[in-house]
C-alpha cells in the first residue's frame, strides 16, 4: 500500500505544480507579447514622426521657393518673408530630424546630403537671383498689381447712357 500512496502523493503534487507552471508559462508569454507590442508601438510612432518632420522640410522648401519666385516677379520684399521664415525654421528642423534618425546611419547620410543641397541651391541660385533682382528694382512704371486693378474695374458694374 506504502507504493500505491507514494503514487498518490506524487500525483497530488504534480496535479498542484503543473497548472502553476502552466500558468506561469502562458504568464510569460504574455508579459512577452506586450512588451513586443509596446516596442513596435514606439517604432510606429517614431516613424511616423520622422515621416512628419520630411514633410515640414519638404513644406519649408516650398515656401522659400515660393516666396522667392513671388519676390523676383515683384519686387516686393514681403514675398520675401515665406523664404527667410523657411530659411530660419531649415536651419533649427533639420537637426532635430538628424537628432531623431541618428539611430540610423543611412538617413543621417541623407539628410547630410539634402543639407548639402538646399545649401546648393542657396547660394548657387537663390541668393544670386534674389540680390540680382534686389539691383534691378521697381523701376518700371507697370507692376501686376495694375493688371489687378484693371481686372477688378472690369467686373464692376458700369452705367450706361442712354441713346437718344
Do not use: C
Not at 512588451?35 to 515640414?56: G, Y
Not at 523664404?83 to 533639420?94: A, M, Q
Not at 495694375?146 to 477688378?152: N, R
Not at 472690369?154 to 447712357?161: G, H, K, N, V
Amino acid at each position: 500500500m506504502s507504493n500505491h500512496g507514494s503514487s498518490f502523493k506524487k500525483n497530488i503534487i504534480i496535479g498542484a505544480i503543473l497548472p502553476v507552471f502552466i500558468i506561469f508559462i502562458i504568464s510569460f508569454t504574455f508579459y512577452s507579447s506586450l512588451q513586443r507590442q509596446a516596442e513596435t508601438t514606439r517604432w510606429v510612432e517614431h516613424t511616423h514622426k520622422v515621416i512628419a518632420d520630411a514633410h515640414h522640410l519638404t513644406k519649408l522648401l516650398v515656401d522659400m521657393e515660393t516666396g522667392e519666385r513671388g519676390f523676383l516677379i515683384t519686387g516686393k520684399n514681403n514675398f520675401l518673408e515665406p523664404f527667410d521664415n523657411g530659411k530660419i525654421l531649415w536651419d533649427k528642423e533639420l537637426p532635430l530630424l538628424k537628432v531623431l534618425v541618428s539611430d540610423n546611419a543611412e538617413q543621417v547620410r541623407r539628410l547630410d546630403d539634402i543639407g548639402l543641397l538646399q545649401m546648393k541651391w542657396l547660394t548657387d541660385a537663390a541668393n544670386i537671383e534674389i540680390s540680382t533682382r534686389k539691383l534691378v528694382g521697381n523701376s518700371t512704371d507697370i507692376s501686376i498689381d495694375d493688371v489687378h486693378l484693371s481686372l477688378i474695374h472690369i467686373s464692376e458694374p458700369t452705367r450706361r447712357t442712354p441713346i437718344s
